[in-house]
């Protein structure tokens, strides 16, 4: 039978012995200074000079002087002496001030859970910890809830992701199989990311945030309230707005406000579109080299114009009308055009000179 505790080393009282109060005394005082233990620091080498009574202190791996032949073990100075214990794992000490807990692992002490201030150096929830990932949990859900108990409770509840400086990166990254797929941050600089990967090293960016502006860019950054960007080699880069209800009011626009006025691009479901706007004037204008306007009706030309002219690739037809439905000389203008079904000598074009009609033929005025 040994002589003592596996633990904390005390001493058993042995068969017959005398004087068996030295023996509990004994034990009683390594109980009072070992158990609920209080470590004023952690790897000393060196005994104070003037310890207090019941200072305990983990020595370190060079010991000398008093401490010398004990590394590694703890001690605590127990009247006018000091008394020596290895530690063993799962031992628990408070260290320090401001005192933070430390577990024993059978080889090192490590930090464990603060007293006063609550402070943990690392903590893993079903799962293990490292110098880089000092919190982690291993959960099917994870729960952040207001403190509605509180004594004047807010109500709100935020997550905070904090970097130094503007060039650091702040960032919540989404993984599957523990490789990259989407991340939201801010990184090189304060814009807004959004990014996406389909192999976890290589990213697109699906959306950019201006922090000065707001400007949103989808693809990369805009220097204008919206824009799209995308390297898309011998592809059309594309914007989509879609109604999924097919009936026939049915329809999907784009409208472009300013001020009092709109234009809007509207695509009804039963396939008729139309561009309209509230502006007194509409313009369509080609701007480059060369420039020209044409218009298509499916595959087929139907008019095209430039600066030397417009040409009809199709028949031109005129609104038709008989000689008592023609509009008002006046009220058409010098220049109209239209065709009269039942003028005299039989349908012919005719166009107006501000104040008759006059048949395209012999410049007779229509009757």
Known sequence: ??????????????????????TVNESLRRLDAFTHLALAEIGR????????????YSIGMDPVGLWSGHAGQITAFIDGAWEFVPPFRGLTAIVGDPPL?????????????????????????????????????????ILFSTDDGASDPSGDVRVVLNKT?????????FQTGYSGRAELSLAQGDDFHLRVSADGETFHSALQVDSATGNLGLGGRSYVPLAVMRALPG????????????????????????????????????????????SSSFYLQATGP???????????????????????????RLKTATVST?????????????????ASGGAVPAFCDGTHWRRMTDRAVVA
């Open 1 to 22: 039978m040994p002589d003592t505790t596996a633990r904390y080393k005390l001493p058993y009282i042995m068969p017959s012995q005398a004087q068996k109060h030295i």
């Open 45 to 56: 080498d060196a005994p104070p000079e003037s310890p207090m009574e019941g200072a305990a």
């Open 101 to 141: 807990a430390h577990v024993f692992d059978g080889e090192a002490w490590t930090p464990l859970a603060g007293g006063a201030g609550g402070s943990v150096d690392k903590l893993g929830v079903n799962t293990g910890t490292d110098e880089i990932n000092r919190f982690a949990v291993k959960s099917d859900g």
């Open 165 to 173: 400086a503007a060039d650091d990166v702040a960032s919540l990254l």
């Open 235 to 278: 592809a059309i880069t594309q914007m989509q707005v879609t109604n999924l209800e097919a009936d026939a009011g049915s329809g999907a626009a784009i409208n472009v406000i300013a001020g009092s006025h709109f234009t809007q691009f509207l695509q009804y479901a039963a396939g008729s579109s139309y561009l309209v706007s509230t």
């Open 290 to 316: 060369g420039a020209s306007v044409n218009v298509y009706a499916g595959s087929q030309a139907v008019f095209g114009a430039s600066e030397t002219g417009m040409e009809l690739s199709v028949p031109l």
């Open 326 to 342: 023609l509009p008002s000389p006046s009220t058409a203008g010098n220049g109209a055009l239209i065709f009269i079904t039942d």
